[in-house]
């Protein structure tokens, strides 16, 4: 049967071809990396098929169908170990480049080799940011809609490429089927294409092998069994460690998207030094740390291999490279520290407080702001204290109580960089059209207000709030929201809106 299935395939001396191959310096747990990260690989396609049968990719479903599974044993572990793998997939391939980098295996011939690897480690950050959003609950929705804002600021085609990615204005079934597609599809085969690469060009070249002064006087070990065996050792560990955080810390479920509460997103680690440069940087240096930054930090990183003028793989000869090294994950580490203690205490403070002006500005202006924790049924008081000439404001009040005021806030100075203030702003007071447009279609993107930056997501509330609904809010922050005293709108006007 062997000799059936060689004769006509090839397979069987391929196969002897691979195993019998020659490493130089012997077998070492040092090359396990790249073994580890392709069993990582296959055990999320594997995992990631399975959860397929359970999620039903939709704004009415997504989260819904994910509780299901965190109810189940079985979907909830295959899950869990989804979740943990992609982070070890991520861990290894990036340890895998780290190992490369030191011991110089970068080099010619191997150029196109790393190429390949830093754009495999790009592909499965894309396949941990896809993967996010997909639960649709509340981290998931602000952390997705702050990556989203960035890719706004991308120059030329950033605008565009947020469109096709959310799927229209805001985010919502479009959003999530798109991204279910990317990280379903799309990008899986494109890692699979890659992977292939990088295997075809490493057998092409062979095993860098360690630094050796003389790599000729190296030691030869075959592939089978040592290798082999430590490969299968390694990967072994990595799914006995997987599995164990899959049951002792299993991914938390948040409650559902609402982009009317307030939330502060928390990253994935390995997002967090970039979230961690945003906030250190001020906002009119949003797209330099968003964009900029790490964009002249990917082309340095791809041309290492020409960047290094050495001629030899040791250390002693590559101290400028090794040096930037270490400052470069220092500088990593670092922000990414400094990224989770300012998120944790954004979370801990809660919704930001007036200024000392913004309390006087409202404590002068004829009206009060309706209170921002109250429900529907108990916002009448907060209405009665609108002008009374006219009923619209009043009814305003209720509906941006209920509504607005989670993101905005009950005094309409919303959230400094995120949601821009409507007390107070000239957009608001000016043109009723524009502002009509913005309640039914919503709006996103980085804009400025009074001289102030601000990157959140309006929603779209056509189909969510009444024309009468929408003529009542921007009445009433048109004319009762803290100083805002422009003309109100009707309901004719909001029925009559064309774009």
């Keep these: 049967m062997l000799n059936w ?10 196969a002897k071809d691979f195993l019998v191959e020659d490493i130089p310096g012997g077998a070492s747990y040092w090359y ?6 392709v069993f990582a690989m296959i055990l999320q396609i594997v995992t990631g098929i399975f959860l397929t049968f359970f999620y039903a990719p939709s704004a009415s479903t997504a989260w819904e169908s994910t509780a299901w599974i965190y109810t189940h044993f079985w979907p909830h572990l295959i899950l869990s170990m989804h979740y943990w793998g992609a982070s070890a997939m991520i861990a290894l391939v990036f340890l895998h ?6 011991w110089g295996a970068y080099k010619s011939p191997r150029e196109l080799q790393w190429v390949v690897g830093v754009i495999l480690l790009l592909v499965t950050l894309v396949l941990g940011l896809t993967g996010y959003l997909l639960p649709w609950d509340m981290n998931a929705y602000f952390a997705s809609q702050v990556s989203l804002n960035i890719t706004s600021t991308a120059p030329i085609a950033g605008p565009l490429i947020q469109q096709i990615a959310q799927g229209g204005g805001a985010m919502g079934t479009e959003t999530i089927n798109r991204f279910f597609g990317l990280h379903v599809w799309l990008m899986p085969a494109v890692l699979l294409l890659l992977v292939g690469a990088h295997l075809a060009i490493f057998r092409w070249n062979g095993p860098a092998g360690p630094i050796a002064e003389d790599p000729r006087k190296l ?12 490969d299968g050792f390694a990967s072994l560990i990595i799914f006995a460690i997987i599995v ?4 002792i810390s299993p991914p938390f479920l948040d409650a559902k998207a609402d982009p009317t509460r307030f939330f502060v997103p928390y990253p994935a680690w390995y997002f967090l030094s970039l979230f961690g440069l945003l906030n250190l940087v001020p906002p009119y240096l949003d797209t330099l740390a968003t964009i900029g930054v790490p964009t002249l930090f990917l082309l340095v990183v791809i041309a290492i291999p020409w960047l ?15 040096v930037s090294t270490i400052v470069a994950l220092a500088a990593i580490v670092g922000l990414s520290i400094y990224s989770q203690v300012s998120i944790q205490a954004k979370q801990a403070a809660g919704p930001p407080s007036p200024t000392e002006a913004q309390v006087l500005a409202m404590a002068n202006a004829p009206t009060a702001a309706a209170p921002a924790a109250a429900p529907a049924a108990a916002s009448a008081p907060a209405a009665a204290s609108a002008p009374a000439a006219n009923p619209l404001i009043a009814a305003g009040a209720t509906v941006y109580a209920s509504n607005c005021a989670g993101c905005h806030a009950a005094n309409g100075m919303g959230q400094p960089g995120a949601i ?12 009723p059209h524009a502002v009509i447009g913005v309640l039914l279609d919503g709006k996103n993107g980085a804009i400025t207000v009074n001289g102030a930056a601000f990157n959140g997501q309006m929603p779209a509330w056509k189909g969510n ?35």
């Design 32 to 37: 396990v990396f790249g073994s580890a990260t």
């Design 219 to 230: 030691k030869n070990g075959r592939f089978w069994p040592d290798q082999m065996f430590m």
């Design 465 to 499: 709030l009444s024309n009468k609904d929408i003529a009542a809010v921007i009445s009433y922050i048109r004319g009762g929201l803290g100083p805002n005293k422009a003309s109100a709108v009707t309901e004719a006007e909001v029925a009559a809106y064309k774009p």
């Design 5 to 14: 299935i060689e004769s006509r395939t090839g397979f069987i001396s391929m």
């Design 420 to 431: 821009p203030p409507l007390a107070g702003n000239p957009f608001v007071t000016g043109d």
């Design 308 to 322: 290094d003028r050495s001629t030899t793989r040791s250390l002693s000869a590559r101290g400028g490279i090794i």
């Design 244 to 247: 164990a955080l899959a049951f």
């Design 97 to 102: 480049l780290l190992q490369v980098l030191v």
